[in-house]
């Protein structure tokens, strides 16, 4: 039978009574071990020497800054007596009047990294109440614990069993624990079975020899600083009273020196005053292997060295020093310190929590994170899948269609996850039912926007129809004007970017349209199919057509409903340009006129694909298709379609709201003057590259091709100057001279 803590506990107390007080050592019972520092003896290292001190607190600031959360399994305990407990959860320094104040949860994880660094261990000692059953006690009632001085710490040790511990605190008293009160973690010690070492045994020699080095420099100017004058007497010995004399002569000289005064001095007799010479530390000294030592310190102790020297600045990415402090010794020293912190937590709850350190928002893992992105980015232009991507990099995206699809920069056909040709027709990707998987991590959306925008590039640039009057495709580096001002392309391609998503949102809303007309014929056929029935002569076709009335509605609709989108996003993000948070809604009078103009624009568009449709069934039923093949060859026009207008559509319609919706803005905001901005490409439209820099007042058109155009992609312009154009209209100071400085 177990005996009971009573029973334990004095046991131990005779054991360590048993021995003689004399064998005991006077400093280990007074602190003086730890209190007793000379001026010239390194004994207390963390107070004595700034590289130590620097060392220790590198790793403890950055652990102490780190929230700690306690896991109950994969789900965050929470319970708010516990969490209140877990905000002040140790004892502190004694104070002569008043209650002992407790250290917060941060001062208890700086000070378990400095002890184990310092010492290579830490304890933890818990009141006896710690050790009763967990149902007999209150969680949030329970007294804080104590961080014992580990060299205050003494483990009772019988027959090389732990039998307790006997902590002897400032005072002289002395604290008997059992051993389940103490949690005691350690670092590896080859050379003691029960005591950890600490990393100030291995920078101990470097540290004296720093700290010694520093204790000889400053004798040396003390005595450089009080050297006093040698009097030398030719005739013989002078008397008590002489040598009285000039010692007080020489002594008001000084004074009167301290006080500004420059004092003669007048001796009688054989006598030489001689001032000593100032000492100088040589380059034999070892005042030179200083620079050496506070490496050594800095590496016995996991920082890294270069840490230790004084930079005009600091980095703090993946390949920074910073970086390599918390990956290889702040993160592994935390997991422990959190790991210890969650045996007290498990006690307290009643059942077994796991304890971590959250890293992901200190500003070098997101700068890391940051570095991931961009190789992301350049191992998806390589042509390799966001999914491999993900999976190789740990982004922690969510799946979304196409991810498992490769795009080789400016080809003509996308990878395929086994290097296959694309999907089928009836499977093609730009009949996607939904939407890619949402993503809340703000870089990760700016990533998975880059990557729509890519395969929204690779599509314009392999399948725009020969001889379509455009501005070339977006991002074509091979064909960017070597001419033109860097800068400038820049921002140019910073406007493509920020528009990309509303290029998608338009494409895909005119193949969801074309889906679902394909669906509506479809489902035609496959009634004539079921019903057997035998379908002769061109006039069939019109059968198995859609009602082109009800196909027109839907399509303006759904355009004009993506028209106000870009309209606002236009205008928000010119105001963003200017640094202005202001909310932008385009006027419903003039979204309504707008859309009216783009209807015009675009009023054949439903009949121009009702026609293909209906040709290609009717070239079927000449052939004497099948039903099924009559399907295919659906199918296969409608991708056709797809290829040859979606894309162009998409970015003529992007351009046209665009356009208006900037323009809007700018009037609103004020501005006077706006410039006209070309893609660069070598392509461009003479006419549009005979435009790029036209300045002109922000309420009256641009002359371009001899045409009047408020902006790139208005509604009143020809299709020649309007259709795909890639332009911007950027606002610009007021004076003409700082043209080729827009406005932020």
Same mark, same amino acid.
């Given at each position: 039978?177990?005996p009971?803590?009573?029973? @334990? ?5 005779d054991?360590v009574?048993?021995k ?8 280990f019972r007074t ?5 007793d ?10 107070a ?6 620097a060392a220790?607190?590198?790793?403890a600031?950055?652990?102490a ?23 002040a ?9 008043g ?8 001062d208890?994880? *700086?000070d378990?990294?400095?002890?184990a ?41 019988r ?39 600490g990393?100030m ?6 540290a ?16 450089n ?18 040598r ?5 002569d020489l002594?008001?000289?000084r004074m009167?020196?301290?006080?500004g ?17 100032a ?6 000294d070892p ?13 016995a ?10 930079k ?22 935390g997991?422990q310190i ?14 077994m ?7 992901d ?10 570095? *991931? ?6 191992l ?5 899948p966001?999914k491999f991507?993900?999976?190789y ?5 969510? $799946?979304?269609?196409g ?7 400016f080809?003509?056909?996308?990878v ?9 027709p009836?499977?093609?990707p730009a ?10 991590? $703000?870089?990760?959306?700016?990533l998975?926007l ?9 599509a ?16 074509d580096l ?6 033109? %001002? ?22 895909? @809303? ?7 007309? @394909? ?22 076709? #019109?059968?198995?057509?859609f ?8 399509f ?10 870009a309209?606002?996003a ?10 202005r948070?202001?909310?932008f ?13 783009r ?13 293909q449709i209906?040709?290609?069934?009717e070239?079927?039923l000449q ?6 093949q009559?399907a ?6 409608c991708?056709?379609i797809? #290829?040859?207008r ?8 992007t351009?046209?709201a ?5 323009q ?5 905001a004020?501005?006077?003057?706006k410039?006209w ?8 439209r003479?006419a549009?590259q ?10 009256? $058109?641009?002359?371009v ?19 795909n ?5 950027? $606002?610009?100071?007021? %004076? ?9």
């Amino acid at each position: 039978m177990k005996p009971s803590f009573g029973a @334990r506990l004095k046991g131990i107390l005779d054991l360590v009574l048993g021995k003689s007080l004399s064998e005991l050592s006077r400093d280990f019972r007074t602190g003086n071990d730890v209190d007793d520092a000379p001026y010239n003896r390194l004994i207390q290292p963390y107070a004595q020497s700034a590289w130590v001190h620097a060392a220790v607190n590198h790793i403890a600031g950055e652990i102490a800054g780190r929230p700690l959360k306690f896991y109950d399994g994969k789900r965050v305990f929470e319970d708010p007596p516990f969490a209140a407990w877990w905000s002040a959860p140790a004892l502190g320094p004694k104070l002569a009047v008043g209650a002992q104040p407790r250290l917060t949860i941060d001062d208890v994880k *700086r000070d378990l990294v400095a002890w184990a660094k310092l010492e290579g261990e830490f304890f933890l000692c818990l009141d006896d109440s710690w050790i009763l059953p967990t149902a007999t006690r209150l969680a949030a009632a329970l007294p804080p614990f104590l961080i014992a001085n580990p060299r205050r710490m003494r483990l009772v040790l019988r027959a090389g069993e732990l039998e307790g511990y006997e902590y002897i605190d400032a005072g002289g008293r002395r604290i008997i624990f059992l051993p389940e009160q103490v949690l005691h973690w350690k670092a590896f010690n080859p050379y003691d079975d029960w005591r950890g070492v600490g990393s100030m045994q291995a920078a101990k020699i470097s540290a004296e020899a720093d700290f010694l080095t520093a204790v000889y420099l400053r004798d040396l100017m003390i005595n450089n600083g009080e050297q006093g004058y040698i009097v030398v007497g030719k005739s013989g010995a002078a008397t008590d009273d002489q040598r009285a004399q000039i010692i007080a002569d020489l002594r008001e000289k000084r004074m009167a020196m301290r006080r500004g005064i420059a004092k003669d001095l007048f001796l009688t007799g054989d006598i030489t005053v001689e001032k000593p010479q100032a000492a100088s530390a040589s380059r034999s000294d070892p005042t030179y292997s200083r620079a050496i030592s506070h490496q050594e310190i800095f590496v016995a102790f996991g920082v890294p060295p270069s840490m230790a020297e004084v930079k005009a600045s600091y980095s703090i990415g993946k390949d920074s020093d910073y970086y390599q402090l918390i990956l290889r010794t702040c993160v592994p020293l935390g997991t422990q310190i959190a790991a210890a912190l969650a045996n007290v937590a498990s006690r307290m709850a009643g059942r077994m929590l796991t304890g971590e350190l959250e890293w992901d928002d200190h500003p070098v893992m997101i700068e890391v994170r940051n570095s *991931r992105l961009d190789i992301g980015l350049k191992l998806w232009a390589s042509g390799q899948p966001m999914k491999f991507i993900n999976e190789y990099l740990d982004l922690g995206m969510k $799946p979304y269609p196409g991810w498992d699809v490769g795009y080789l920069p400016f080809s003509v056909a996308p990878v395929g996850p086994d290097g296959l040709p694309p999907p089928p027709p009836d499977k093609s990707p730009a009949f996607a039912e939904s939407p890619p998987g949402e993503v809340t991590d $703000p870089a990760l959306k700016t990533l998975q926007l880059t990557v729509l925008a890519r395969q929204h590039i690779q599509a314009q640039a392999t399948l725009l129809p020969k001889g379509c009057p455009c501005c070339g495709p977006v991002f074509d580096l091979a064909s960017i004007d070597k001419a033109r %001002d860097p800068g400038e392309l820049a921002r140019w391609r910073q406007y493509m970017q920020q528009r990309s998503a509303s290029i998608a949102a338009f494409k895909s @809303r005119f193949n969801r349209w074309l889906m679902d007309l @394909r669906r509506q014929v479809l489902g035609n056929i496959d009634q004539q199919k079921k019903a057997f029935a035998i379908v002769i002569g061109k006039a069939a076709a #019109a059968d198995l057509i859609f009602n082109l009335d009800a196909a027109g509605k839907q399509f303006f609709t759904s355009m004009g409903r993506q028209h106000t989108l870009a309209l606002n996003a236009a205008g928000q993000e010119l105001l963003r340009e200017l640094g202005r948070e202001d909310p932008f809604q385009f006027a419903p009078a003039k979204v309504i006129a707008f859309l009216r103009a783009r209807e015009l624009k675009l009023a054949n568009v439903p009949q121009e694909v009702s026609d293909q449709i209906r040709q290609t069934l009717e070239d079927g039923l000449q052939a004497g298709d099948t039903m099924d093949q009559l399907a295919d060859r659906v199918r296969t026009e409608c991708n056709d379609i797809s #290829a040859q207008r979606a894309t162009t559509i998409a970015q003529t319609e992007t351009s046209a709201a665009y356009g208006a919706g900037r323009q809007e803005a700018m009037q609103e905001a004020g501005i006077t003057l706006k410039q006209w901005l070309t893609s660069g490409n070598a392509n461009v439209r003479p006419a549009h590259q005979a435009a790029n820099g036209q300045v002109v007042p922000v309420e009256e $058109p641009f002359i371009v091709d001899g045409e009047e155009l408020m902006n790139p992609g208005d509604s009143s312009g020809s299709p020649g100057n309007v259709i795909n154009c890639h332009c911007v209209a950027i $606002p610009i100071a007021a %004076d003409p001279a700082a043209a080729d400085n827009p406005a932020p």
